[in-house]
C-alpha cells in the first residue's frame, strides 16, 4: 500500500468562501521576484553626461554686458537674437547648453530675465553667447 492510496482518489476540494483563481493570477505567484526593481533607471541616470557650466571670463562678461545693453537700447525694433545659454540639471550636478533663437520681448532687470517673446524666460546670469545683426551694424569697443 502506498503512501497517499488513502486520498489520491478523492475529489478536489472547492471552496465555498473563496473565488477559484484565475490560471494567470496562478501563475503570478510563481514569478520571479525583481530585488533590484529601478536598477536599469539609476543606471541610466547615471550614465546620462551633464555639461559643466561655462565660465567666463571678465572681457567675455563685459562683451556680454555691452550686448545686452545694445538690446536693451533697441528693444521696440524687436531684434531677433541667437542666444546660447546653460540650464543646469535637476537631477545632478551640471547641466546643457541650449540655443534658441528668437525676438526679445523685455529684458527684465528686477527678475535678471531676458524674456523672449515665444515666453521663453532665461537667466541672464546663464548666458554664455548672443549673437545678433544689431551687433554688426554697430561699432563698440
Do not use: W
Amino acid at each position: 500500500m502506498g503512501k497517499y492510496d488513502d486520498i489520491i482518489n478523492l475529489p478536489h476540494h472547492v471552496s465555498a468562501v473563496h473565488p477559484r483563481m484565475s490560471a494567470l493570477d496562478r501563475a503570478a505567484q510563481f514569478s520571479p521576484f525583481a530585488a533590484l526593481t529601478g536598477l536599469d533607471a539609476a543606471m541610466e541616470e547615471t550614465a546620462r553626461v551633464t555639461d559643466a557650466m561655462p565660465q567666463l571670463d571678465e572681457d567675455r562678461k563685459e562683451e556680454l554686458d555691452r550686448r545686452l545693453r545694445i538690446i536693451q537700447e533697441h528693444i521696440t525694433l524687436r531684434p531677433e537674437i541667437a542666444v546660447t545659454y546653460f540650464s543646469p540639471d535637476v537631477k545632478k550636478a551640471g547641466g546643457t547648453c541650449h540655443l534658441i533663437t528668437g525676438i526679445v520681448k523685455k529684458l527684465d532687470e528686477r527678475t535678471h530675465q531676458m524674456i523672449m517673446e515665444n515666453g521663453t524666460s532665461i537667466p541672464i546670469d546663464a548666458i554664455c553667447e548672443i549673437e545678433c545683426a544689431l551687433f554688426d551694424d554697430m561699432e563698440y569697443s
